[in-house]
T-cell receptor, first 109, second 114 residues
Framework: GQNIDQPTEMTATEGAIVQINCTYQ??????LFWYQQHAGEAPTFLSY??LDGLEEKGRFSSFLSRSKGYSYLLLKELQMKDSASYLC??????????WGAGTKLIIKP | ETGVTQTPRHLVMGMTNKKSLKCEQH?????MYWYKQSAKKPLELMFV???????ENNSVPSRFSPECPNSSHLFLHLHTLQPEDSALYLC?????????????FGQGTRLTVV
């Protein structure tokens, strides 16, 4: 079956760095998305990776290893507003999105 | 603001009621989606429309009925729901169906069935 695994919850300190991991098993692979969802708000697009390696976008970076079925989202210089859920989703061979349950990130002062 | 608007934001309905959720996008996207989001569970894709034609056939109970009158609007008609249907219902759109384009989500309708 198809599956996405990511931690349920993580806690980090303001100003620090946090890495949210995601492993996936899909029938074929056409890329991996990360979305951010604040409580009561719409999920918003953060990143898309289809090739191996690190993509940097300001304080946020996303990494992909296709051979390992693994991705991570790296958040630097954490701010209180980064408290949110982070959703990992992989595109299978039919371009269907397989979603993880999300990682709730709590930032403490 | 993502460009996708959902109404209402909150809805409480009895099991015998009939209600409808509305979604609107003016991003020029050709694909629209309904998702169900329950606490600590992955997003569940319910329905997909591409160019106003339903393209997915997920196993969704018939008490949920979608309607796509044009490429900018999507409805989810609800009737005789069960308490376990209480969840956040998210609408999304994307440029085209079946590609690696990002989805734009609405803020969702928080549905409570009593």
């Amino acid at each position: 079956g198809q599956n996405i695994d990511q931690p349920t919850e993580m806690t980090a300190t303001e100003g620090a760095i946090v890495q949210i991991n995601c492993t996936y098993q899909t029938s074929g692979f056409n890329g991996l998305f990360w979305y951010q969802q604040h409580a009561g708000e719409a999920p918003t697009f953060l990143s898309y990776n289809v090739l191996d390696g690190l993509e940097e976008k300001g304080r946020f970076s996303s990494f992909l290893s296709r051979s390992k079925g693994y991705s991570y989202l790296l958040l630097k210089e954490l701010q209180m507003k980064d408290s949110a859920s982070y959703l990992c989703a992989a595109l299978d061979s039919n371009y269907q999105l397989i979603w993880g349950a999300g990682t709730k990130l709590i930032i403490k002062p | 603001e993502t460009g996708v608007t959902q109404t209402p934001r909150h809805l409480v309905m009895g099991m015998t009621n009939k209600k409808s959720l509305k979604c609107e996008q003016h991003l020029g996207h050709n694909a629209m989606y309904w998702y169900k989001q329950s606490a600590k569970k992955p997003l569940e894709l319910m329905f997909v429309y591409s160019l106003e034609e339903r393209v997915e056939n997920n196993s969704v109970p018939s008490r949920f009925s979608p309607e796509c009158p044009n490429s900018s609007h999507l409805f989810l008609h609800l009737h005789t729901l069960q308490p376990e249907d209480s969840a956040l219902y998210l609408c999304a759109s994307s440029m085209r169906y079946g590609e690696n384009t990002e989805a734009f989500f609405g803020q969702g309708t928080r549905l409570t069935v009593v």
